[in-house]
């Protein structure tokens, strides 16, 4: 079946650091692929997205780009903030009868110290 | 749009007591799942509504956990009788439409703590 492979936390950072958090997939086709980002006590909130390979989905300054040749979508962000401090979660939509649901990565801890 | 909204947003409970969980999806979304948060194996999948109905049920763990959609608007996460092991974060998700794409993403509700004593 479909899955999601994310790189171990936590993650610590500096403020103004360089993130890179690894994410691959195994899937049939070419799923459309999300990042997730969870705040602390708080639900999963979409952060950014891609339907094809060599998309690149962005926001607030968090890129991926969708590598159809070794199934990945890793995320990186050239500086980050304290604010960033999250788990994040790689997923793709998985197919049944018809159907789809979201297959997560098990989320990536990231902490970015002053 | 006030988003999905579940409730409440911490449970405690003793073993052995039923414990519900609620959740109002988006209005207009016909797709309604529950997933279950731990440390030990991330998020996994409970259950998944379309238009009401079951679809895939597979995920629930054992016989003691029961899901509900008895509206568009409604749905509850039952486990009776709980047990310690099933402390966790239980988010409701909502989605439009049976296929999750770029354009019809799944938002989350800020999910359920449960500790089971």
């Known amino acids: 079946g479909d899955s999601v492979t994310q790189m171990e936390g936590p993650v610590t950072l500096s403020e103004e650091a360089f993130l890179t958090i690894n994410c691959t997939y195994t899937?049939?086709?070419?799923?459309?692929l999300f990042w997730y980002v969870q705040y602390p006590g708080e639900g999963l909130q979409l952060l950014l997205k891609?339907?094809?390979?060599?998309d690149k989905g962005s926001n607030k300054g968090f890129e991926a780009t969708y590598r159809k040749e070794t199934t990945s979508f890793h995320l990186e962000k050239g500086s980050v903030q304290v604010s960033d401090s999250a788990v994040y979660f790689c997923?793709?939509?998985?197919?049944?009868?018809?159907?789809?649901?979201?297959?997560f990565g098990k989320g990536t801890m990231l902490l970015v110290s002053p | 749009d006030a988003g999905v909204i579940q409730s409440p947003r911490h449970e405690v409970t003793e073993m052995g007591q039923e414990v519900t969980l609620r959740c109002k999806p988006i209005s207009g979304h016909n797709s309604l799942f529950w997933y279950r948060q731990t440390m030990m194996r991330g998020l996994e999948l409970l259950i998944y509504?379309?238009?009401?109905?079951?679809?895939?049920d597979s995920g629930m763990p054992e016989d003691r956990f029961s899901a509900k959609m008895p509206n568009a608007s409604f749905s509850t996460l039952k486990i009776q009788p709980s047990e310690p092991r099933d402390s966790a974060v239980y988010f409701c998700?909502?989605?439009?439409?049976?296929?999750?794409?770029?354009?019809?993403?799944?938002?989350f509700g800020q999910g359920t703590r449960l500790t089971v004593v």
């Open positions: 891609a339907t094809k390979a060599d």
């Open positions: 899937a049939t086709g070419y799923p459309s």
């Open positions: 997923a793709l939509p998985s197919m049944n009868s018809g159907y789809s649901t979201l297959t």
């Open positions: 509504f379309n238009n009401n109905v079951p679809i895939d």
């Open positions: 998700a909502s989605s439009l439409g049976r296929k999750i794409t770029v354009n019809t993403e799944a938002f």
